[in-house]
């Protein structure tokens, strides 16, 4: 898995009731905009099919729990999306918080209640923003929300996005004229967290991505159908699983929604994330809903990890699924391990007549057994039972009792491994059984017999050693 340069970048977006901000870079594109990159102009979003929120509903409403959840689901609910929300639990984290902010510089990282954590951790929450105008900027008086987000600045691939709903408002979650919704808002936001910018024009007040929040506005909980193109849009195919792998082949699968215009896939594959090989590009067709597709890939190499995703493509753009890997099937990997000799007592003293012998092996998704080859040269003689290491494709740590060793004396063994597509043999090693020792101690059992006075007796060797 290559490491993407992940660079610590702010976009804030702001839900404004008197003033028109837009901080995204953002390309206009039919009925809604998609926030993209500056450097690249990749689309900013989630290139995974799912993301977990957390809630701190400390300081909203009664009900803001159930709001903001509702909020989410509503998106996630979009039939033309593969977008899913999903609710972690509660959270005592905050996001920003003036309170914990006292040289009111936003953004300096110098304070805990700067901005959230590009944690990984999505948070929802409610907090008192900065209500001083600092730098002339009135935004600092007008903002009710905001939304964190942190994203790869070449990929656009989202980590981060954490929303606050600013109490220096009045917020309601029952319709009060005289409050903001929590579910509009949170609706709104979280459209933001899916990558949709807020819309100004006259004709577009009744999209839920419109960017002035209006006190009593319920609307908003409920998505237009621009909102819904805009994130059928951008989720419009989905990586899926690899199956039927063998050792040089696989079946890749994903899922696209043409939404009503004619849509293509193929799939990437390749060691690295680079891929470098396709399949053919193949239909989808355009209906509406989603469509499972597959491409069968070969000629892979054995016992090999690949990467893969799919990329749809409709006439005018490009969607890139999740980066995927399955691994071939292959020969085994065995490795040997250290013997662990087994000390005992016995009448003649310590020995270790017996050890277990220890190894790793790697199946490679084919059913696997191994033996143990041991014995008092280098080209052993002996070998232990066959046993069955599964057909996982980790590795699984194997161990074989052997006894009646021979007493100061070294030892060579290997481990051995086979599946259908080949055997592995682990590298020699060596371990030493003990000279027999005597026992370090010795009971002197004095008898005071009644004719012959104190009779000195042979050790017993179960007895217990003088402390
Ligand atoms: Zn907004």
Redesign the pocket.
Known sequence: MINQPRIKTVFI???LFSMLVCTFFSERSLAFVVSKTESTGAEIKWQIPSETYYVNASGGPSGSLSAVQAALQTWTEVPSSSFVFLYGGLTEKVCYDVNLDPDHERGTYDDPGDYGLNDGLNIICFGHMDNVVENDDPDDLHTL?E?TIWYDRYSGKIYDSDIQMNINFSYATGGSASSYDVQSLAT??S??SLSL??LYGASEVEKT?Y?YGTKGDISKRTLHQDDIDGIAYLYFSITGTATSVTSASARLSGSVNPNGSATNYLFQYGTTTAYGSSTSSLSAGSGTGFVTVYSDIAGLSAGTLYHFRIVASKATRIAYGEDMTLITQGPPEAKTSPATAIKFSSASGVTSSSAHLNATVNPYGINTSYYFEYGLTPYFGLITPSAQAGDGYAEVQVSTLVTGLNPKSTYYFRISATNAEGSSYGETMTFSTMKPRPMPWLRLLLLDEEQTGVVPTSPDPNDVPPR
Do not use: I, K, Q
């Open positions: 977006s702001t839900l929300a939304n709104h936001e459209g933001h910018g807020d991505m960017g």
